[in-house]
């Protein structure tokens, strides 16, 4: 199976910027499409934003033009720039993998990003 190992979450402003990093144990191009999910308590989790092998990416309309999702292929990295941060950002960040033709699909532990004063 893949393995998922997310970093870089942490305690930031209002405003700040944080960068996640999703570290897969295969090439990511072997994967149909890498996403940022997010969950905040009591509340679903939600695509927060994707890239494919291809490199078409989506975004949730509340992270549109605050956050971009990239890639680093050397690395078998997926991250996840976070600009403009707001307080309703703050929840668990998932990276998940799906492979092609929905061979697997396969989330990391999450880390924790708070956004607050």
């Not at 679903?44 to 509340?62: F, P």
């Not at 956050?67 to 292929?73: E, K, M």
């Not at 720039?81 to 929840?91: F, G, I, R, W, Y």
């Not at 799906?98 to 999450?110: E, L, P, R, T």
Request: glycine share 14%; hydrophobic share 30%; proline share 3%.
């Amino acid at each position: 199976q893949v393995q998922l190992v997310e970093s870089g979450g942490g305690l930031v402003q209002p405003g700040g910027s944080l960068r996640l990093s999703c570290a897969a144990s295969i090439r990511i191009f072997s994967i149909y499409v890498m996403g940022w999910y997010r969950q905040a308590p009591g509340k679903q989790r939600e695509l927060v934003a994707a890239i494919t092998s291809g490199g078409s990416t989506n975004y949730a309309d509340s992270v549109k033009g605050r956050f971009t999702i990239s890639r680093d292929g050397a690395k078998n990295t997926v991250y996840l720039q976070m600009n403009s941060l707001k307080p309703e950002d703050t929840a668990v960040y998932y990276c998940n993998a799906q492979g092609y033709s929905g061979g697997f699909s396969h989330w990391g532990q999450g880390t924790q990003v708070t956004v607050s004063s």
